[in-house]
Antibody, heavy 123, light 106 residues
Framework: VQLVESGGGLIQPGGSLTLSCTAS????????LTWVRQAPGKGLEWVSL???????NNADSVKGRFTISKDTFKNTVYLQMNSLRAEDTALYYC??????????????????WGQGTMVSVSS | DIQMTQSPSSLSASVGDRVTITCRAS??????LNWYQQKPGKAPQLLIY???TLVSGVPSRFSGSGSGTDFTLAISSLQFEDFATYYC?????????FGQGTKVEI
């Protein structure tokens, strides 16, 4: 079970970039996938999630600018990022969300993570 | 959105010390609280889910407790490999959020 991100790079403010996250060992169609970012020297920030049914949730900081999607044939999840700002500079991780069942309740966790792809927004 | 606040932001400890990290949610999240460990240059790793259940393979010196809005991660006897940054994360809301992290230093 593995996730591999790609597509990061240096982009000017206002520009667009699409990140890819390719899964192996499991199906993106049957799982929820999420993007989490980490600015240099800072903490983790949850960005976006797409569940197995295709429902999407986004952090307020990226609403209207970032779009998560998936291609089941390529077993890949994407993050389309538009109107990029300096504060979007970060290492972007892709992760799988699964549910653990414990004492009558399901708990959602991020159990498998990629190595990350770096996005730098600067002129 | 649910805000997660960790304390302290950093702490210094020695091998063998008992360490506790707290995490407070801005509203009740029942027990939908996870803890992750991140080492420099590495992706985070899940330690605990459901506030207190250890993931398979996580040493028993780690423990979690709490429910509602207040949670604690404890390391009973700190080992060298435990020096890392720890994050809490709520999965109660569909808008997931992390705490700001606690760096455990030597």
């Amino acid at each position: 079970v593995q996730l591999v991100e790609s597509g990061g790079g240096l982009i000017q403010p206002g520009g667009s970039l699409t990140l890819s996250c390719t899964a192996s060992g499991f199906s993106v169609n049957a799982n929820s996938l999420t993007w989490v970012r980490q600015a240099p020297g800072k903490g983790l920030e949850w960005v976006s999630l797409i569940n197995s049914g295709g429902s999407i949730n986004n952090a307020d900081s990226v609403k209207g600018r970032f779009t998560i999607s998936k291609d089941t044939f390529k077993n890949t999840v994407y993050l389309q990022m538009n109107s990029l700002r300096a504060e979007d500079t970060a290492l972007y991780y892709c992760a799988r969300q699964i549910d653990y069942y414990d004492s009558g309740t399901y708990y959602s966790v991020f159990d498998v993570w990629g190595q990350g792809t770096m996005v730098s927004v600067s002129s | 959105d649910i805000q997660m606040t960790q304390s302290p932001s950093s702490l210094s400890a020695s091998v063998g010390d008992r360490v506790t990290i707290t995490c407070r949610a801005s509203q009740s999240i029942s027990r939908h609280l996870n803890w992750y460990q991140q080492k420099p240059g590495k992706a985070p790793q899940l330690l605990i889910y459901g506030a207190s259940t250890l993931v398979s393979g996580v040493p028993s010196r780690f423990s979690g407790s709490g429910s509602g809005t207040d949670f604690t991660l404890a390391i009973s006897s700190l080992q060298f490999e435990d020096f890392a940054t720890y994050y809490c994360q709520q999965s109660y809301s569909t808008v997931r959020t992390f705490g700001q992290g606690t760096k455990v230093e030597i």
